[in-house]
């Protein structure tokens, strides 16, 4: 299996990157050290220097919203993962989905970078991120029933049966999410402009880290960009 930026993405993004980050996982409905993490994540946020009153303010979490601009959609409605992500956090609504979603949201959120993961097992053929296509439906996760049309200027993540990511890394899709059966993980770390404070290296290094911590273990890694955008993942 290949992960893939499609050419067309480098003519309006030419800093696009995907970092990635394959791993045996062991999901579970929570973790103390993940719950630790989650408590403190306000106040390591503070400290460098994120509150509620100036994530807007700092260019990678603002940048997204010219991103989102592009894609043709209201960046007011449609929030980057790490915008909205952000935002949770700092009403308190802090999320509890399994040890291993919160553990790379925790690290999204202390490293400024949209995170998002995929079941290996549920990914059919190339993992490709490429624009919409006329025609093509997006079912996302944890919505019932509901079903989007996805736009020809929408970015998405894509295998060869379904949108696996709507928005660059607005919504996943509810065909390939984390289980507690899953037992291998796609990890992807989201650029599309220069980054200010870490960049998608630095935010694989945090990531691997973490995921060890919680009894994951990290197979591979990489990144993909406009010098090499295609990487054979498995």
Not at 32 to 60: A, C, F, W
Not at 110 to 138: Q, T, W
Request: aromatic share 8%; net charge negative; hydrophobic share 40%.
């Amino acid at each position: 299996m290949k992960l893939m930026i499609e050419r067309e993405i480098f003519e309006s993004f030419p800093s696009a990157k995907i970092g990635w980050l394959l791993a045996r996982v062991r999901v579970a409905p929570s973790d103390e050290y993940v719950e630790k993490m989650k408590r403190g994540l306000v106040g390591r946020l503070n400290d460098i220097g994120i509150s509620q009153d100036t994530m807007m303010l700092h260019p990678d979490v603002a940048g997204w919203r010219d991103v989102y601009s592009k894609m043709g959609v209201k960046p007011s409605k449609y929030r980057s993962s790490l915008e909205a992500l952000l935002r949770r956090t700092f009403k308190g609504d802090i999320w509890s989905v399994s040890n291993v979603v919160d553990c790379y949201d925790c690290v999204s959120a202390l490293n400024l970078l949209p995170m998002g993961a995929h079941d290996i097992a549920k990914l059919r053929g190339d993992l490709v991120l490429r624009y919409g296509r006329e025609g093509e439906k997006f079912y996302p996760l944890g919505a019932g029933d509901s079903v989007i049309d996805v736009s020809p200027k929408n970015i998405l993540y894509a295998d060869e049966e379904k949108v696996c990511c709507w928005l660059w890394n607005h919504r996943d899709t509810r065909d390939a999410s984390l289980s507690e059966s899953t037992e291998n993980a796609l990890f992807l770390i989201d650029q599309a402009f220069d980054t200010e404070w870490k960049s998608v290296a630095e935010g694989l290094d945090a990531l691997s880290c973490e995921l060890e911590k919680i009894g994951c273990s990290v197979l591979k890694s990489g990144v993909v960009d406009s010098a090499d955008p295609s990487s054979e993942v498995c």
